[in-house]
C-alpha cells in the first residue's frame, strides 16, 4: 500500500518532469504585454501595467506580404522574425514566426532554435528542406516541398532550407513554439564565434589541418537575420 512518503515524492517528480519538458512560461492571466523597458530581469520579460496596456501592444506592421532583399546575403537568404521584441504583446504566449526569403539557389544554412519547434510552409517555389537527428544516430530525414507543402523541425535539432531552383526565388512562413526561440546557425557559432574557438580544438573535431580551420576563421560569417 502507498504511504504519504510515496505520494510526495510521485509527485514531486510529476514537478520536476514538467519543468523538463517546458518551454516558455505558461500564461497565468489573459495577456501579460512585455515591458521592454523595464529594469528588472526575468525569464521572459516583466508585464506591462494592463490599464496602460491598448490594441498596438498586439499589433505590427510588419508587411509580411512584401518581398525582402536577399542580395546583399552572401548564403541567398532573408530572415524577417516576429517575436517579444517586435510585438510585446507575445509575451508569455509562446508562439512567434517568421518570413524567410531565398534568393535563386539561397539557403538558409544549418541552424538550431534551442527553445522551439518550428514548422515551415512554402508560399512560394520549392525548397529543399531538412533536419538531422542526435547522436549516435545522425540521421538526416528531408524532403523537397512545393507551394503549400508543410513540413516541422523538431526542436533543437539542426535544419535548413535550401531553394534548388536556379532561376526563381522562394518564399516560406514559418512558425515557432516560443516567443522568443533564439537561432544558432552552425558555421557562425563554430568559426565566427568572439573570441574565436582555438584551432587546435577545431581541427581535431573536424579532422583537418589547422591552416583549414584559420582560413575558416578568417572567413565574414554573417547574420541571415535582418
Known amino acids: 500500500m502507498a504511504t504519504s512518503s510515496d505520494f510526495l515524492i510521485s509527485a514531486l517528480l ?6 523538463v519538458i517546458a518551454s516558455d512560461p505558461s500564461p497565468l492571466q489573459d495577456f501579460c504585454v512585455a515591458d521592454l523597458h523595464s529594469p528588472v530581469k526575468v525569464n521572459g520579460f516583466v508585464c506591462k501595467d494592463p490599464m496602460a496596456v491598448c490594441a498596438d501592444d498586439f499589433f505590427k506592421a510588419a508587411n509580411l506580404d512584401k518581398p525582402r532583399d536577399t542580395m546583399k546575403s552572401k548564403v541567398g537568404s532573408n530572415v524577417t ?12 504566449l509562446g508562439i512567434s514566426l517568421a518570413r524567410i526569403d531565398y534568393a535563386p539557389l539561397g539557403e538558409n544554412p544549418p541552424h538550431t532554435h534551442p527553445r522551439a519547434t518550428e514548422i515551415l510552409t512554402v ?35 539542426i535544419h535548413f532550407q535550401f531553394n534548388p531552383i536556379h532561376d526563381k526565388p522562394a518564399v516560406a512562413l514559418a512558425a515557432l513554439s516560443s516567443q522568443n526561440p533564439g537561432a544558432i546557425t552552425i558555421a557562425n557559432a563554430v568559426f565566427g564565434s568572439k573570441p574565436p574557438i582555438s584551432d587546435d580544438v577545431l581541427a581535431k573535431a573536424f579532422q583537418v589541418k589547422k591552416g583549414t580551420i584559420d582560413w575558416l576563421q578568417a572567413q565574414f ?6
Open 81 to 92: 522574425l516576429i517575436n517579444v521584441m517586435q510585438l510585446p504583446g507575445l509575451n508569455t
Open 123 to 157: 508560399l512560394e517555389g520549392t525548397l529543399y528542406v531538412g533536419f538531422v537527428t542526435s547522436n549516435p544516430n545522425s540521421t538526416l530525414f528531408a524532403k523537397v516541398l512545393n507551394k503549400g507543402d508543410v513540413f516541422v523541425f523538431p526542436q533543437g535539432l
Open 221 to 226: 560569417w554573417e547574420n541571415n537575420h535582418y
Open 14 to 19: 510529476a514537478l520536476v518532469a514538467s519543468q
